[in-house]
């Protein structure tokens, strides 16, 4: 078991160490990959471990993979979750220290929007962008920002990018649609993302689907 102790926290997350330095990364063969975890074959053990579409996407068509990864211990299990990068990873953990977070709508936060994206969104205080994320009500959003704006400020000092403040219903109908037509989700949200930041004066449906379409076909 891992009990608190009186180790400096870690200056970037304000949390005590010992939460994100019990497997720092794992290094291995993928013997499985799906949207929601892999399995990482490290020295023949495998290692089941949650990650969100970011990484899926990341670790497409690689035989082998490292993932940077928070061991989450609790009464009832021990959960691995893995990052492409270090940067997800430490705003994974900083996510889930928010009261009402849990680490599956931080996996969640991570699957929806991008690193850079949550960062704009936290530091210029836009809790409806936020919002458009499933599970993430207007009451954690506030929360998320309360607690997070000051830790995010600090590490990335420029302004914020502000990101389109399109009417969530309009993503979910344009989501919806384009799912029907085939595309698979992951490939329809990084859409939807780039499509929404370059055009934030889309306000309509069939507006956003064309653009979107445009960006999953070249």
């Not at 020295?43 to 899926?56: A, C, E, M, Q, W």
């Not at 969530?168 to 919806?176: G, P, Q």
Request: aromatic share 6%; glycine share 6%; net charge neutral.
């Amino acid at each position: 078991m891992i009990f608190p102790t009186d180790q400096p926290t870690n200056q970037l997350t304000d949390q005590p160490t010992y939460l994100c330095t019990m497997y720092a990364y794992l290094k291995g063969e993928l013997t499985f990959r799906s949207p929601a975890y892999v399995v990482l074959d490290v020295g023949g053990v495998g290692y089941h471990v949650n990650i969100p579409l970011s990484t899926y996407t990341a670790l497409e068509g690689k035989e082998k993979a490292t993932l940077y990864t928070h061991l989450q211990v609790r009464e009832d299990a021990h959960t691995l979750y893995g990052f492409a990068t270090q940067t997800e990873r430490i705003l994974f953990i900083q996510l889930i220290g928010v009261t009402g977070v849990g680490a599956t709508t931080a996996q969640l936060l991570l699957s929806s929007m991008s690193v850079d994206e949550i960062r704009s969104a936290v530091v210029g205080e836009q809790a409806h962008v936020l919002q458009r994320v499933k599970g993430i009500g207007a009451k954690t959003a506030k929360q998320i920002i309360l607690d997070l704006k000051e830790k995010l400020t600090k590490e990335s000092p420029d302004p914020p990018l502000l990101l389109p403040s399109h009417d969530n219903t309009v993503r979910e109908e344009a989501l919806s649609a384009l799912l029907a037509l085939g595309f698979t989700r992951i490939a329809v949200q990084k859409a939807l993302n780039q499509v929404m930041k370059d055009n934030p004066a889309t306000a309509r449906v069939e507006d956003l689907i064309k653009l979107a379409l445009k960006s999953l076909s070249s």
